[in-house]
């Protein structure tokens, strides 16, 4: 498939159905892009539609079915509108909170693949019957490691405002999960000794 071009185009690569309740249109809106004037559209839509669908069958769709909708913030990002927001970001203009492009291949990126080849894709997403429910300090260490017990995932990243976080499925996951929310830092990874076997204790009651 070429890059869309035209409006038509544009619209049928939008209504590809990436699993039972996702389009590709749910992850092509981007701040940047409205604001400044970019285009967020794949280079290489195949490979976004692959990594896309792994990442809705594998990822939001479990976790869509247990905690019902999921609100997605942002998802994919072209290199353009990627590389102009780590930019801005660089340059500390407010409200763009992009990696480096190399960082971000087989992430927000996902119509290109990572340094080793693989492809992966990301979405950063807010579980309203979550927070709704869940707002003390660290509570949402509760969503993470139920994720953790249950989903292929291969990294998240969470966020202050509503417990949103980054959610990725990679061919090689990383297994890793890092806070900007009180507590901060990394919450596990490979190597580290709360890594393996059930963490109930920490998500039990959240269902």
């Known amino acids: 498939m070429r890059k869309p071009q035209s409006v038509q185009a544009l619209t049928g690569f939008g209504r590809t159905r990436l699993s039972k309740t996702f389009f590709m249109r749910d992850f092509l809106y981007s701040?940047?892009?409205?604001?400044?004037?970019?285009?967020?559209?794949?280079?290489?839509?195949?490979?976004?539609?692959?990594?896309?669908?792994?990442?809705?069958?594998?990822?939001?769709?479990?976790?869509?079915d247990v905690f019902g909708r999921l609100a997605v913030r942002s998802s994919y990002r072209s290199a353009e509108v990627n590389g102009f927001g780590c930019a801005q970001q660089r340059a500390g203009k407010a409200g763009y909170n992009c990696a480096a492009n190399h960082k971000d291949l087989g992430g927000h990126i996902w119509d290109r693949r990572d340094?080793?080849?693989c492809m992966g894709a990301m979405a950063c997403i807010v579980v309203p019957t979550f927070w709704n429910r869940f707002q003390a300090p660290g509570d949402w260490q509760r969503l993470a490691w139920w994720i953790h017990d249950h989903l292929p995932y291969s990294q998240?990243?969470?966020?202050?405002?509503?417990?949103?976080?980054?959610?990725g499925w990679h061919e090689?996951?990383?297994?890793?999960?890092?806070?900007?929310?009180?507590?901060?830092?990394c919450l596990t990874k490979p190597g580290m000794a709360?890594?393996?076997?059930?963490h109930e204790a920490a998500w039990r009651g959240i269902l």
């Not at 409205?34 to 195949?46: A, E, V």
């Not at 709360?194 to 059930?198: D, E, I, P, T």
Request: charged content about 20%.
């Open 156 to 167: 998240m990243q969470f966020f202050p405002r509503y417990f949103a976080f980054n959610l």
């Open 172 to 185: 090689r996951p990383v297994r890793r999960i890092d806070s900007f929310v009180a507590p901060k830092g």
């Open 194 to 198: 709360n890594h393996r076997g059930s």
């Open 31 to 64: 701040d940047i892009a409205t604001i400044h004037g970019l285009s967020n559209l794949p280079d290489d839509p195949d490979l976004a539609i692959a990594a896309g669908t792994r990442l809705c069958h594998e990822l939001l769709e479990p976790l869509q």
């Open 115 to 117: 340094a080793d080849g």
